[in-house]
Nanobody, 125 residues
């Protein structure tokens, strides 16, 4: 069955960096658009970044452009989120997600993503 397992979360001071990883299994990972979302307490889950099947085409939320980078290693079935210049408002649970298809829309919509990981906490103080 499909599994997405996030890791790499933690606590960091403002201005610091973290790298999240998401290991995928149970589906043809290299054929699917992958994404990262986040959800802060009391807020809706929001799209952060997506990467198409070869990682060349990526999309980002305006709030993270220039600071976050999504990448993927299809041989390892892993997608990454490099987060730099972190701010307290980046504090959230970060989720990895997969679309059952190769197309990544330029608009990151939660409803497009079928499979989800359980999330990893990122706290910026």
């Amino acid at each position: 069955h499909v599994q997405l397992v996030e890791s790499g979360g933690g606590s960091v001071q403002a201005g610091g960096s973290l790298r999240l990883s998401c290991a995928a299994s149970g589906f043809t990972y290299s054929s699917n658009c992958m994404g990262w979302f986040r959800q802060a307490p009391g807020k809706e889950r929001e799209g952060v970044a997506t990467a198409n099947i070869n990682g060349v085409r990526t999309y980002y939320a305006d709030s993270v452009k220039g600071r976050f980078t999504i990448s993927r290693d299809n041989a390892k079935k892993t997608v990454y989120l490099e987060m730099n210049s972190l701010k307290p408002e980046d504090t959230a649970v970060y989720y990895c997600a997969a679309i059952m298809g190769s197309y990544c829309s330029s608009v990151i919509r939660r409803a497009d993503f079928r499979y989800w990981g359980k999330g990893t906490q990122v706290t910026v103080s």
